[in-house]
């Protein structure tokens, strides 16, 4: 049986792996200063930067649309595979998911729909898993099964320079904001359970650092792990990220990845956004 996974641009995968897995990339849209462009394809993060830096933003992101889902999966079917694992970000983030279900319902019980909970390599990690089971020719429940087993054992923090931008996208609530831009603190976020929760704060932005450090060793715990590191417009912080845990987790990393953040995710979190990921392999 042949199994094609789907995933969303918001996973940041590098290209090596996604055609290495063969994994079918569906892009998000981004509006900037009234630019419509898909992201990644049109749309990258360096023009996203440039936005951003400007007095005045106007951003805005939105899903992909059910009928473009409906046309990946019918492709991906026609094409030879007998099921589609589409797996996305966030619900709580987007409406992504929502329109991929709405395709899988369309096309048929052949293709399945997974909810990373997450976005970044949180998302890339529960997709490489399923694109690994498939490639192994694991049936489709097998690897929705895999893709949900690998959103059990990720986990992601990220470290903003504001919260401003996450207020405007309504990714958090203005008190929390407020809060934030009042003690002039660098917030440290994760995702608990999809949504994005104020995990830690701190008065600079080395410390922001140093503290994302500590929070992917203690997720990691005993465990074999993967690492996603991610930046936006500062490839300073995700060098000095992946050296330290590099050292720090030693033979128990495998695999690191390493991709600068694109405009849906920039347009919500803003310049100097760094992030850690970590993927705790089976036993």
Known sequence: MSVAVVTDSTAYLPPGPVRAHRLTVVPLTVVLNGAEGLEGVETLPADATRALGGRRVSVSTSRPSPEQFVATYRRLLADGADG?????????????????????AEVGDRVEVV???S????????ALAAATAAGAGVDLPGVRAAALAAVDRTTIFFYVDTLEFLRRGGRINAAEALLGTALSVKPIMHMPDGAIV?????????????????????????AEVDLGVHHLAAP???EHLVEALTARLGDRLHDTYVSEVGAVVAAHAGPGLAGVVIHRRQA
């Open 119 to 126: 976005t970044g390599m949180g998302l890339g990690f529960p």
């Open 84 to 104: 589609v694992l589409s797996v996305h970000l966030s619900a709580d983030l987007s409406g992504t998911v929502d329109a991929a279900r709405l395709a899988a």
């Open 198 to 222: 104020v995990r830690d704060k701190v008065r600079t932005a080395s410390r922001g650092v140093a503290r994302l450090i500590d929070l992917a060793v203690e997720a990691a715990a005993d």
């Open 115 to 117: 909810d990373s909970r």
């Open 236 to 238: 300073h912080r995700a």
